[in-house]
């Protein structure tokens, strides 16, 4: 069954991701390479990864939304202790088809 799980962005990696056909960040700073997998989230849990890892930044920040049918790479959910839902991560490069919208992110908790 298709999910819809998401991904917060610095726009200008996005933007290189387009010309790549890839996007392969898994979380600020560091690469799919270096980690083994692309962090993602549920909904619900973007507001606490936003403040946790992006409220200090001042570039312009995207929400990709992935539909987990159309990736190329394998995904799962997985338990991150201390955590009450597990996480969706993308295992390899995220091949920029599989985002069906890009939008500016906003987190709600600053609003």
């Known amino acids: 069954m298709s999910e819809r799980i998401h991904h917060i962005a610095l726009a200008d990696s996005w933007t290189a991701a387009l010309e790549a056909g890839v996007y392969t960040v898994s979380t600020?700073?560091?690469?799919?390479?270096?980690?083994?997998?692309?962090?993602?989230?549920?909904?619900?849990?973007?507001?606490?990864?936003?403040?946790?890892?992006?409220?200090?930044?001042t570039e312009p920040l995207l929400l990709l939304t992935i539909d987990t049918d159309l990736l190329t790479a394998p995904w799962q959910f997985d338990d991150v202790p201390g955590e009450p839902l597990s996480?969706?991560?993308?295992?390899?490069?995220?091949?920029?088809?599989?985002?069906?919208?890009?939008?500016?992110?906003?987190s709600s908790a600053s609003s």
């Open 87 to 106: 996480f969706p991560h993308i295992y390899g490069p995220l091949n920029v088809d599989a985002v069906v919208s890009a939008e500016p992110f906003r």
């Open 28 to 57: 600020l700073g560091l690469d799919v390479a270096d980690v083994g997998f692309i962090h993602c989230s549920r909904p619900e849990q973007l507001d606490d990864v936003f403040e946790h890892f992006y409220a200090d930044v």
